[in-house]
């Protein structure tokens, strides 16, 4: 918005920005508060292909007209300077100087992604087997790979890099219970970073300071309690299945009804299976 072109282009901004498709950046809006209204009608269309990002100064005046004129739909991202997690240990000097900005700290964190590849690998865990996931993600990020993303069942993104001392650690809630944001709250405001979630588990990831091995988890009856969530789940879907069953019978015996019912009473064992396994993890821990 400082240049006087652009600001031109922008006297009928709805005709202008309402065309527009993908991701559009305004940047310096402060310069141009009037476009504020014009935002609210392009995202309430039905519709709208675009999305915006707002950049400016955070002044109170700029906030409070975004908050009024863009109530329910604008969200506001705090931006800070980079911290140690981010450059990497072997940059704290240059952190320290730079005050966590300046170009030579851009240049390398630029290059390092450039030079970043995410790869994905496919390993196989049980719902109770999470602390044995969480070892190998660790070892994986202590030789260089760091999870960036779940990318489906048994299947993980990481992308290269150098190589961290992190702890990852992994919690089951499922993001419609309860106040999701506050539980996320909670663990960002103990320094844990979400990397990721997939069908209600939880990724979270934390360095490793002074030696120390941090936890989410501190008791056994907090996780006596994330295992009891995850049978709550299951024993949900298996009244559903058995249900499908009987219903399935009912109808006229075809080649497709059998495989059918035949697929559902599988699944009922495997719901037997997973039920029986996570009470045994519970047993255990009750006895620890």
Known sequence: MESILDQR????????????????????????????GTLRVLVDRPRQKARFIILGS?????IRNASETLAGRIEFVELNGFDLAEVGSSNWEALWIRA??????????SSAVMNAQVIYKTKWFWGWDDEKEEAWLSR????????????????????TGEPRNVVYRLDYYASRQGDYKNYLQLFQDAGWELVGEFVGWQYFRKPVENGETPEILTDN????????????????????????IIFLTER?????????????????????????????????????
């Open 221 to 244: 009856e907090s996780k006596i309690r994330k295992y009891q969530n995850l049978m709550g789940v299951l024993g949900g879907c298996t009244p559903i299945t058995i249900l499908s």
């Open 100 to 109: 966590g900005c300046g170009q030579e700290i851009l240049k390398n964190w």
């Open 58 to 62: 955070a002044s109170p005046e700029i």
């Open 140 to 159: 994986m990020a202590n030789t260089g790979f760091h999870l960036v993303r779940l990318a489906g069942l048994a299947r993980y993104a990481f992308q």
């Open 9 to 36: 282009r922008l006297q009928n901004p709805e005709l202008v920005l309402g065309n527009l498709e993908g991701l559009v950046i305004l940047d310096e809006i402060q310069l141009m508060p009037e476009l504020f």
């Open 252 to 288: 006229a015996v075809t080649p497709f009804i059998l495989l059918l019912s035949g697929f559902m009473v599988v699944m009922c064992g495997f719901y037997a299976f997973c039920f029986a396994s996570l009470l045994g993890r519970i047993n255990q821990l009750k006895r620890i």
